[in-house]
């Protein structure tokens, strides 16, 4: 290496020393990046990387930067000039995972045994002959202790709290997948193939085929080295099964992520899968060696790597443990995008099926539904626009039908299921911004379109789905809000109501079903005290009104106000908003309700001829659309060829 390289180097790192001392730990991370180039084999570059690596787990937290930190940090534990800042390293990474929840990314990536080999490599480095200065004693005790610590984490066991229904929590027979299979001959009987006793039942069989090779490990003593001995396939099983539904997620025993580790690190090694690195990374070096390879090797290793992202993510916002949960469904994007294009016209066979639509579908659904559940952590408007960016790239994507045979769960999960998740993602996207604003007009708009999503969502999920009942309720509040009249709201919270026994054959034991009748109870008693005012006399079917406590936009009635327009147009757009059978004929006449306001003599104003167009547009739209409905057609196209046999991705 030159001087000159040397110097620069030099420059280099005091530069990222200013900026790790002032907690800005991207930058330091990029200046030592750039100063290794130039002097490589500079352990102190390596360890200063690494802490700066760490460092930034409490600004930004990043796992793969993690992983780069114990790349880092094994690369020059071998150095003796490396001892002061090994063990500075080392210990920051050693009380940041002691810091980390229960399910921890140190047992998610299995780091305690990276941290053993670190602090082992560092006890190398010191001098092995001779009596130890007092500051190598010292260094020695550190790493002992680091070691001591790291040893008797490696196989602890984790009592994790459960967000998702845990096998054991009821009984067996009532979970919802094992409901689900004992009504799979009727489902098929009664050629329900929209149930969503199908979409679990297969997302289960998926699931256990992945705890099935996990449990089949087994670990074996080679030379004195312990090796695992396995099946692959069980990380795609296990992907498979959380891209269709979610809600299988439970873990029978408490070694889940002992073998989950251990299933991962089979498969990335079997199949030389990406462990350091992000998108970037993979973008330069896959199409490499795919030249030197072939899809023989390429394929299984972009498969292993973007499906471990998927899990990785899954289990921190499943588990909620600290990290960006998100941006690993992010990252798989960015490759599953990028490789589409770029191998568009390799066949399937050979790139593989983590490249076809359904896939991406998948994943797209889940980032976008993370980023959904993760926004009251970061409260950001970016993250605010991504999600409606992503939800409407969902409903926006040409929806060609599934090639060859699928499993009567199949469509639903990547055909209509990521369809509702994106309107009801919408929903929820416009009942913030409704809340955001402080003109009640204004606000009273946004909550219709929020309305409307939510209630879209609502009727793409199967009739027996939780979810349905879920999301319009949701959609029943945003109505309350938008002060819409009760005989727009009363319907909804009897459809709450009817639908609740058919949606209890399988999720009577969910993970959501206390919540759920908690919102049914909300719902019967609004449907019980307003239909008891009607039947009293003292409201009408044209008056709003919502649950006790919530805070309702109730207006000027218009049988108190009968020529106020803006009280027509309201009701119009209220009904119109709902989009469903016997609206279209109410959104009509309140438009020409709303027409018969205005002046008919005489000049009419400026604002008076923008409100007549308007309300004549809308009136055309209406009356042009009149008997279109939300609810979808029974019979589907994308139904046509469903196949009872092999899955295929």
């Not at 999960?413 to 007009?441: C, R, T």
Request: proline letters at 4%.
């Amino acid at each position: 290496m030159s001087k000159s390289s040397s110097k620069i180097a030099d420059l280099l790192k005091a530069e990222g020393n200013v900026f790790h001392q002032a907690g800005k730990y991207d930058e330091a991370y990029a200046k030592f990046s750039e100063a290794i180039k130039h002097d490589p084999k500079n352990a102190v570059l390596w360890a200063n990387r690494a802490a700066s690596a760490l460092g930034m787990k409490k600004v930004s937290p990043s796992l793969l930067r993690y992983l780069d930190a114990v790349t880092d940090a094994e690369k020059v534990s071998s150095s003796v000039f490396f001892r002061a800042t090994l063990m500075f390293s080392m210990h920051r990474q050693l009380n940041l995972i002691q810091n980390m929840r229960k399910l921890g990314e140190d047992k998610l990536l299995g780091s305690w045994e990276k941290s053993i080999d670190a602090f082992q490599k560092a006890l190398s480095c010191l001098p092995s002959t001779g009596e130890l200065s007092k500051a190598d004693k010292d260094l020695k005790t550190q790493f002992e202790s680091g070691l001591k610590k790291a040893e008797a984490n490696k196989n602890r066991v984790v009592i994790f709290d459960h967000v998702f229904a845990p096998a054991g929590s009821v009984h067996q027979d009532n979970l919802p997948w094992k409901r689900a299979m004992t009504m799979e001959q009727e489902l098929i009987a009664r050629s329900a193939i929209k149930s969503s006793g199908f979409v679990i039942l297969f997302a289960y069989k998926e699931f256990k085929d992945g705890l099935d090779k996990m449990n089949a490990l087994k670990i074996k003593t080679i030379n004195g080295q312990q090796m695992v001995e396995g099946l692959t396939g069980g990380i795609a099983a296990l992907s498979n099964a959380i891209m269709r539904d979610r809600r299988i997620f439970h873990m029978s025993d408490g070694n889940f992520i002992e073998k989950y580790n251990k299933q991962m690190t089979l498969e990335a090694r079997q199949y030389k899968g990406w462990t350091t690195g992000g998108p970037k990374l993979i973008q330069d070096e896959a199409p490499k060696r795919l030249k030197t390879l072939g899809w023989g090797a390429v394929r299984p290793a972009l498969a292993v790597t973007v499906r471990a992202w998927i899990m990785r993510g899954f289990l921190q916002a499943a588990f909620q443990t600290p990290g960006a949960t998100t941006e690993f469904f992010s990252d798989a994007l960015q490759v599953l995008e990028w490789g589409s294009r770029l191998w568009k016209n390799v066949p399937k066979s050979d790139r593989g099926a983590i490249f076809e639509p359904s896939f991406i579908r998948g994943v797209k659904r889940l980032y976008c539904n993370f980023l959904q559940e993760s926004w009251s952590k970061s409260s950001t408007t970016s993250d605010l626009e991504k999600i409606a960016t992503l939800a409407h790239e969902l409903l926006d994507e040409e929806q060609a039908p599934p090639t060859g045979e699928v499993d009567p769960g199949f469509v639903s999960s990547f055909w209509i299921y990521p369809q509702a998740d994106a309107h009801v993602n919408l929903g929820w996207y416009y009942m913030k911004k409704a809340q955001a604003l402080s003109d009640e007009n204004e606000s009273t708009g946004v909550y219709l379109i929020s309305a409307s999503h939510y209630l879209k969502g609502a009727s793409l999920y199967p009739a027996d789905d939780e979810y349905r009942l879920t999301f319009l309720k949701f959609g029943l509040e945003a109505l309350w809000f938008a002060g819409s009249p009760l005989k727009i709201t009363l319907p909804i919270a009897e459809q709450i109501r009817e639908g609740f026994p058919v949606i209890k054959k399988i999720w009577e034991y969910s993970g959501d079903a206390l919540i759920l009748k908690e919102q049914l109870r909300i719902v019967l008693e609004f449907e019980e005290h307003f239909m008891a005012e009607i039947e009293a006399g003292r409201m009408t079917l044209e008056d709003s009104g919502g649950p006790k406590g919530l805070k309702v936009k109730r207006g000027v009635w218009i049988k108190q106000d009968p020529k106020n327009v803006v009280l027509w147009a309201n009701r119009a757009a209220s009904a119109l908003a709902i989009k469903i059978a016997g609206f279209w004929d109410k959104s009509i006449d309140a438009f020409k309700n709303a027409l018969d306001c205005l002046p008919s003599t005489g000049e009419l104003l400026e604002a008076d001829e923008a409100l007549k167009a308007q309300f004549k547009s809308e009136l055309e739209k209406a009356e042009a659309t009149k008997n279109k409905v939300a609810t979808p057609p029974e019979q589907s196209p994308l139904e046509e060829g469903y196949g009872y046999g092999a899955r295929s991705y």
